[in-house]
């Protein structure tokens, strides 16, 4: 029991951040990013018995969180007729974090602006292109472990992603 | 990060790609600069309202309930009035039948004193007189 807690306490520091970047991309909304990872983690706590480690613990934590995502957006669409207000920021103020190195002025600005098409390209996907395309080139997952966190098949992925692709190459070459 | 990794071969544009690794790299530096910075805020966390539609779902269920119990008590006390209606109307005619069959036979047994009356005289009505004369001579 001891033990069971112990491993669970050094999962939640391991693989927290992570979560919580991906759900943070995800939704561009940093206090839904903190809530639905302390909902992921407390759904995870309260399963962490029935987890048999058929797939590393962070991709079960990495389904976990998807899913609590997409019940997220379909619970917002049940509740159209309250008005809910969203804190997710727009594409410029996203775009404006950049890794501080040693980069002149033109090479940031040419890097923001990057981002920022890519951002744009990340807005018109699908919801599976995006949490796809973002498991593969944010958080460098393999695509056997993209299809194990979404329920995909491997196949399904690779076509999702090149989809995805597609328009980020179409919006930096300035037709999306 | 290998930008090819498992894609497609079609997808493969040369001249492109070099700039697309390069946006999705920074990209990706942006996306962990953000989160680093954002994951170390102290902020409060909001409370998430599942409650929500459990309450809907129970306030609906109480009205649900509430009305059915005051549309079923409506329906017994017209259904018990209706009842007592057409006992009432039972009993009232069932006395008037009562009050019918009495005053029937009341009248059937006038109509048979009558009968007995008219029967039991001893004689008819045209030999009076002689009778009178035959008791007068019994008499004297």
């Known amino acids: 029991m001891e033990a069971a807690a112990q491993e669970f306490s050094s999962v939640v520091q391991a693989h927290r951040p992570q979560i919580f970047r991906f759900l943070l991309a995800s939704t561009r909304d940093v206090d839904l990013a903190e809530t639905l990872t302390q909902e992921c983690f407390l759904k995870a706590h309260r399963n962490w018995d029935r987890f048999r480690g058929e797939s590393s613990a962070m991709t079960w934590l990495m389904r976990i969180a998807i899913n609590l995502e997409k019940d997220h957006w379909r619970n917002r669409r049940m509740q159209f007729w309250r008005h809910t207000r969203t804190n997710s920021v727009d594409l410029d103020e996203a775009s404006e974090w950049l890794p501080s190195g040693e980069r002149s002025v033109e090479q940031q600005m040419m890097a923001r602006e990057q981002v920022g098409q890519v951002w744009r390209a990340v807005e018109g996907l699908s919801a599976r292109q995006r949490t796809v395309f973002l498991l593969r080139y944010v958080e460098d997952r393999e695509l056997s472990e993209i299809a194990q966190a979404t329920g995909l098949s491997e196949g399904t992925v690779k076509a999702h992603l090149s989809r995805a692709l597609g328009k980020v190459r179409a919006e930096l070459r300035g037709n999306p | ?140």
């Open chain 2, 1 to 140: 990060m290998r930008l090819s990794r498992g894609l497609p071969e079609e997808l493969h544009e040369p001249e492109v790609d070099a700039a697309l690794e390069q946006a999705l790299s920074n990209f990706r530096s942006s996306v962990h600069a953000w989160s680093e910075a954002a994951y170390g805020q102290a902020r409060p966390v909001a409370v998430v309202r599942h409650v929500s539609w459990r309450m809907a779902a129970g306030w609906a269920l109480g009205c649900v309930l509430a009305a059915g119990s005051v549309a079923g008590g409506v329906y017994e006390r017209h259904h018990k009035q209706e009842l007592a209606r057409i006992a009432a109307a039972a009993q009232a005619a069932r006395q008037q039948k009562l009050a019918a069959e009495q005053r029937a036979r009341q009248e059937d047994e006038d109509l048979l004193a009558k009968v007995d009356s008219d029967v039991s005289r001893e004689v008819p009505s045209a030999m009076e007189p002689l009778a009178q004369m035959m008791a007068e001579d019994q008499a004297r």
